[in-house]
């Protein structure tokens, strides 16, 4: 009798689980013009937690989840100052008609996080802690119906609509497709909600989550342009995406929703 209740306290210090989520999730960041929406995304994961005591437990595991967002603007505006092919300094101003761009970021992540039950309360359950998202792939997809541009040049005070050799005019529509390269992302964490004892060895679990991205993961957008301006062949225009370009700030992970989990012990 001894070797089995041994047997059995040990079992409940182990816990293996399964679970399925579902939200808003999105990559955050700042339009400086327009509006970005989030898209509804899934998540799933395997978990395990340590039994410390009454009242904590260790959570770690593995978790596939997606962010999707969406930028459109009927106008998206952009302006930096570059060199034309006589060195000659000015703003190369553009201005997108009608944009759309979607983002997509499919990421790994991996908890690292406390689980508190209060004793007098034990079908209530909190998590705490960090994610360390590893990213597998990213891509956007853009579109708009118009693109305009012009030169403004400070020294004469000069503004060029309609030179179609130096890259200043009205060019029609165009769409592109590229992968977006993501970082590393450190993810605040924290899970709520309710338990319940299915046997003595199967707990279901059910709450609310929410996740905050609290580090850029996207490295080199500051210093990149939207299309950069090239002066030996103005009109050929390389597309570098929205969140790839300086039009837009910190791009962060973020993601609320529910999340139904089936814990067994081993």
Known sequence: ALVITALAIAQNKHEASVYLGA??????????????????????????????????????????????SKASSQELKGQYMTQDNYGNDFEWRLTFHNFNESQKGTYLNIPIMVQFTPVSLDKFYTNLGFKVGIPLNGKYEASYTKFTTSGYYPETGAEYTDIDFRGFGEFGENSSKEDIDLGV????????????????SMNLYAGGYIDYGLNNIIKDNKDKEIIPYKKDNPTNFEYNGLINSNLTDKVVPLAFGLKVRLGFSI
């Open 185 to 200: 992302a450190f993810i605040l964490s924290a899970e709520f909600g309710m338990k319940w004892s299915l046997s003595n």
């Open 23 to 68: 939200g808003s999730s999105s990559l955050k960041y700042h339009l400086q013009s327009g509006d970005r929406s989030s898209k509804f995304s899934p998540l799933f994961g395997l978990g395990y937690s340590y039994k410390l005591n009454q009242s904590w437990r260790l959570v770690s595991g593995l978790e596939m989840a997606i962010y999707k």
